[in-house]
């Protein structure tokens, strides 16, 4: 392993058929926010451009040095469609991934939408995705109309990713519960994004999620979306409350404590962080073998990112695993 090899894993694209479903379908009424951004984008230029022009995303990787993309279609996928729409529209996009990889094998990697709303239909696509079109695993968009993967209506999809060595990039968007997020523009990015995604993976640890699907991966973006910073608290508050019943609600008994389910069945990636203190954190939390690198392309400046990655405070062996040897082995690249 060379840390010449440098693979980024969240990376953004969309195409015509997605973004032209943004004005043809109807939203579920609730989600018509992030409907409206994706029409914002399909008018907006050069953000539409970056987005579908994969050609010049290639000339964009070749001119900072960068291996590959792990292409994912632009967040929040399919999830604010009907559930009907949802299906076919994900097998379409799915498809059309499988096409911008199968052109450029060496460039690039996928993973799938799913239409999470329909959770049998999504553990099929799973299926399909991971088998005939040969991408290398899910990105899903926290929750779907307010519901969390922990919950029982998604066990089919949880399921099938054990199964199928799907790892669930769960990448973040508007929180669940909009209304404290709304003053002041904090729903995105800015804030209300780790705060929706952090708390989407903490319920997966504390619903036992873990215990029924032990070879599970889940992958975060933005350096574990906070949760490295909290943890020893929450080890801490966890043994409290499992030394004082009813301390704590009607937290289960788990059969690990919560850091080892985060060392065990998450990864996590560099997107948008370019912070060397965070990652020492992060280092700490989860160890080389579960940090990979990620821009966020189009919406993070991709020379920076790289440039974070060269001069982090890394030892040659951890630059190499954060660079590519991470990816690797999780996402199943060759
Ligand atoms: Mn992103």
């Known amino acids: 392993m060379t ?40 008018g907006r230029d050069p953000l539409r451009t970056a987005l579908t022009d994969i050609e010049g995303r290639l000339a964009s990787m070749d001119a900072i040095g960068q291996t590959m993309a792990v292409l994912s279609i632009n967040p929040p996928g399919v999830q ?34 799913l239409p999470t709303q329909a959770p049998a239909a999504a553990a099929e696509e799973l299926e399909r995705l991971m088998g005939p079109l040969g991408l290398n695993g899910v990105m899903i968009n926290s929750h779907t109309r307010g519901h969390y993967l922990d919950e029982p209506q998604f066990e089919p999809i949880l399921a099938a990713a054990e ?60 350096l574990g979306e906070g949760i490295p910073y909290w943890l020893k608290r929450v080890d801490n508050r966890h043994a409290f409350a499992t030394r004082v019943p009813g301390a704590a609600g009607e937290m289960p008994r788990l059969e690990l404590t919560p850091s080892e389910y985060f060392r065990r069945n998450f990864a996590i990636t560099t997107s948008g962080m370019g912070d060397p203190a965070v990652l020492d954190l992060a280092l700490d ?14 919406y993070e400046d991709s020379a920076r990112a790289i440039g974070f990655l060269r001069t982090a405070p890394l030892t040659d062996a951890q630059r190499v695993k954060v660079s590519h040897g991470t990816a690797e082995r999780v996402f199943n690249l060759r």
């Open 80 to 113: 604010p469609y009907t559930a009907a729409d949802a299906a076919h529209l994900a097998k379409s996009v799915n498809d059309e991934l499988a096409e911008i990889v199968g052109r450029n094998p060496t460039r690039f990697g996928a993973l799938g939408t």
């Open 285 to 298: 939390a989860v160890g080389e073998d579960n940090i990979m690198f990620a821009i966020d392309a189009p």
């Open 163 to 222: 199964a199928h060595v799907a790892p669930i990039y769960l990448h973040p968007r508007f929180p669940g519960v909009l209304g404290p997020y709304d003053a002041h523009g904090l729903q995105g990015a800015i804030w209300g994004y780790q705060a929706e995604a952090g708390l989407h993976a903490m319920r997966l640890i504390f619903s036992g999620v873990f215990d029924r699907h032990p070879g599970l991966t889940i992958v975060l973006g933005h």
């Open 3 to 42: 840390t010449s090899r440098i693979i980024a894993v969240e990376e953004h694209v969309a195409t015509e058929t997605y973004l032209t479903s943004a004005h043809r379908l109807e939203a579920v009424i609730e989600e018509r926010i992030e409907v409206g951004l994706t029409r914002t984008v399909e």
